[in-house]
């Protein structure tokens, strides 16, 4: 009996293997596009002097897209590499988890993107509210310290986490605390929808004043207004399916 018990315990972790592989591969397999295709977005915006020098958040923000990138390659290769080597069940000491460099990663991913997206529709909406102000003080040195502060403010938040976390697969949740976690999760997605809200605000504002027959300025409104409300919907089914929902409901 004893022996029937562990072979199906094996069938069972070994089948649960499976489809962590698969779900690792996924993770590296996006996180190889968004690095590729940011990547592409900053040689385009690099090409010209002057989308060097106007377009500076939108260059912060697909470096913000691409460590997010990043954090998925490492995710899905530090975690397929414990699960081949028959680590990945083992006990794991928090301090040890914390050395791990996917989690911080993954930390720093998701707020730098949602920040910058927000910092957008909020330049967006002075550029159009207040079109003195907004030619006098966001030029490009003014455009490289907002971004500067962004990303300040990401480091911040992420070194304040404690990891408590005593799982190899240290998702941000565990990884930084229940309490973080919810936190960190709730404060993406509320930035993601009132970037949303703001850039509604902005194309309903731009329209009424006739201000935006630009083409490129209806395309760059609509191209962030697709992100956001992509990024936005993404994040929230993620966070909301695979890290609350399990916390609220523990089996």
């Known amino acids: 009996m004893p022996k029937k018990v562990d072979s199906n315990r094996k069938e069972t972790v070994g089948d649960m293997d499976d489809g962590l592989l698969t779900r690792f591969d996924l993770y590296m397999g996006f996180g190889v596009f968004a690095v590729l295709t940011n990547v592409l977005v900053l040689i385009v915006l690099w090409s010209r002097k002057e989308m060097r ?11 913000s897209d691409l460590i997010n990138g990043v954090s998925y390659i490492f995710a899905g290769a530090v975690r397929r590499h414990s699960v081949e080597s028959g680590r990945f069940h083992d006990y794991i000491h928090p301090m040890d988890c914390a050395k791990a460099i996917f989690p911080a990663f993954l930390i720093l991913g998701g707020l ?36 500067l502060v962004v990303w300040i403010v990401g480091m911040f938040m992420m070194n304040d986490s404690s990891t408590v976390l005593r799982s190899r697969m240290c998702d941000v ?19 993601f929808f009132v970037s949303f ?23 760059l409104l609509l191209v962030l207004l697709r992100r956001v409300l992509a990024s936005s919907v993404t994040r929230n089914k993620t966070c909301y399916s695979t890290r609350i929902v399990p916390w609220l409901n523990p089996t």
């Open 173 to 191: 949740l565990k990884a930084s605390g229940k309490k973080y976690g919810i936190t960190h999760f709730a404060l993406v997605s509320v930035l």
């Open 112 to 147: 730098l993107p949602a920040f910058m997206n927000f910092m957008l529709s909020l330049e967006r909406l002075i550029a159009i509210q207040f079109i003195a102000f907004y030619k006098r003080s966001c030029n490009f040195t003014g455009k490289i310290v907002l971004a």
């Open 53 to 63: 020098t106007t377009l500076v958040l939108f260059q912060a923000l697909a470096f």
């Open 197 to 219: 809200v703001l850039l509604v605000i902005v194309a309903f504002m731009a329209n009424q004043k006739k201000v935006d027959d630009n083409m490129a300025t209806r395309l």
